[in-house]
């Protein structure tokens, strides 16, 4: 365990019981931005391929230089 992991593990004991279920609730959230974050670069890499032949064109060539 790193020192921060435990310094948080530190802070996380000295709470209020009552305030254990927000913390759960910000790291549930943090997890699923994270999910979703990738789930979009996941999306994004897989679409490359079949919008280059809309990007990649002699005509729109002249946007690229900009």
């Known amino acids: 365990m790193t020192a921060t992991e ?3 593990i530190d802070k996380i004991k000295q709470l209020a019981p009552q305030r254990l279920a927000e913390v759960e609730d ?3 959230f943090l997890r699923a931005r994270e999910g979703d974050q990738r789930l979009t670069r996941a999306a994004a890499k897989a679409s490359e391929t079949s919008f280059a032949a ?11 230089r900009n």
Request: proline letters at 0%; a negative charge; zero cysteines.
């Open 6 to 8: 435990q310094a948080l």
């Open 26 to 28: 910000f790291v549930d």
């Open 54 to 64: 809309v990007w990649d064109n002699d005509e729109d060539a002249v946007y690229d």
